[in-house]
């Protein structure tokens, strides 16, 4: 069943503007800035080390002031104001939100008083007015925005699934549970719960609208054996020892490091011995300019706890959560993303996997 309003020509156009407008900031504008920053890094007296030493170099830069305005004000057009997602969406709200408000769906469960964590409603996450939790449509505001988050992806489709092969691959064998912690609006557990009905799955979520929406797709793909909480990923409620694989897609980054390790504490006790955890989520290597991008990134669309998690000791916290080694990867999220011949801009994705002992 439909979880889009109906077409609405001038929103459509504008979303499409705004989109295009995206398009040539990642193809076009993002390198023209990597371009004048390696020109000015080679003409400076010591070679920069530290997103300090490449602020100094670019952030007066014309090209560049032009790439963090855009950066900021489109994904704030795309949410706010009158052809914005929230107003569109907003002005059906008393048709859509009924459609996710699914009682009867055995696949959901929303405890009752539930209270998230209190960095979580302090942040409009990605400038999403209210956040993904605020409103009775906030997931499929979502979901529709996740469709342009990054433009060179067919609507992200591809990712969770490359993401989900090569969980499974590293997992080596048919799991019997999974729990998908952080899930949205269930787009990163879809891919688990379709690859075989014999796999229990769980979805957790703090955002009562995303499971909802996760809990009608589902529904709607007829699949019985998902079930979708809301609930905090550092405390499931899920019993322990019982889950072959926890993981996690872009989730890592939206919380502060003392949940992190909480989190990481969280998977070691669902798993089973043998299980894996393992995270899709941003870690910006050692190159001070990508740090200097990613960081700004972070600024402007509102993740405040990117760069937190990109300069923790992920392996330490990994040890004191009872694991005993993470491996840590980049990840393609598309062919050709890591060739030196792709120059656009991408999230620096890597997958975080550790294994409990058998
Ligand atoms: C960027 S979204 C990713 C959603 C989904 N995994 C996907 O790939 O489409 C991050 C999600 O993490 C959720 N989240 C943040 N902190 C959480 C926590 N402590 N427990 C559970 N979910 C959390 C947010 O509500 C949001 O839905």
């Not at 170099?57 to 900021?72: M, N, Q, S, V």
Request: net charge neutral.
């Amino acid at each position: 069943m439909r979880t889009d309003p109906p077409p609405h020509r001038p929103f459509e156009a504008f979303q499409e503007f705004l989109l295009s407008c995206k398009l040539q900031w990642t193809r076009n504008l993002y390198p023209e800035v990597a371009q004048r920053y390696r020109a000015a890094a080679e003409a400076a007296p010591a070679k920069p080390k530290t997103v300090e030493d490449v602020e100094k170099l670019i952030a007066g830069d014309t090209t560049y002031r032009y790439f963090a305005w855009f950066e900021r004000h489109l994904q704030k057009m795309k949410y706010s104001g009158r052809y914005g997602l929230a107003n569109h969406y907003g002005a059906h709200r008393d048709e859509l939100a009924p459609m996710i408000e699914a009682t009867n769906n055995e696949r959901l469960v929303i405890p009752p008083d539930f209270v998230p964590p209190a960095y979580y409603p302090a942040i409009d996450i990605h400038q999403h007015p209210g956040g993904v939790h605020g409103d009775s449509v906030a997931g499929m505001v979502y979901e529709r925005g996740a469709r342009t988050t990054t433009p060179l992806l067919d609507k992200h489709g591809d990712l969770h699934q490359r993401f989900t092969r090569i969980a499974m691959e590293r997992l080596g064998k048919q799991p019997k549970r999974i729990v998908d912690m952080g899930c949205g609006f269930g787009k990163s557990t879809r891919p688990f719960y379709s690859s075989s009905r014999d796999t229990e799955v769980v979805g957790v979520d703090l955002a009562a609208p995303c499971v909802k929406l996760a809990a009608h797709t589902a529904a709607e793909d007829q699949a019985r054996n998902v079930q979708f909480r809301q609930g905090d990923a550092a405390d499931t409620k899920l019993p322990a020892g019982n889950a072959d694989l926890v993981t996690s897609t872009m989730m890592l980054h939206e919380m502060p490091v003392s949940h992190i390790e909480k989190v990481l504490h969280e998977a070691h006790r669902l798993l089973a011995p043998g299980g894996w955890s393992i995270h899709l989520d941003f870690l910006a290597g050692d190159d001070p300019f990508n740090k200097f991008i990613h960081y700004g990134h972070s600024a402007r669309n509102n993740e405040p706890f990117m760069p937190p998690l990109d300069q923790m000791d992920l392996a330490a916290a990994h040890r004191r959560a009872g694991f005993d080694k993470v491996e840590i990867t980049r990840f393609e999220e598309m062919t050709g993303a890591l060739s030196p011949e792709n120059k656009a801009w991408r999230f620096p994705w890597v997958v975080i996997a550790a294994r409990k002992a058998a």
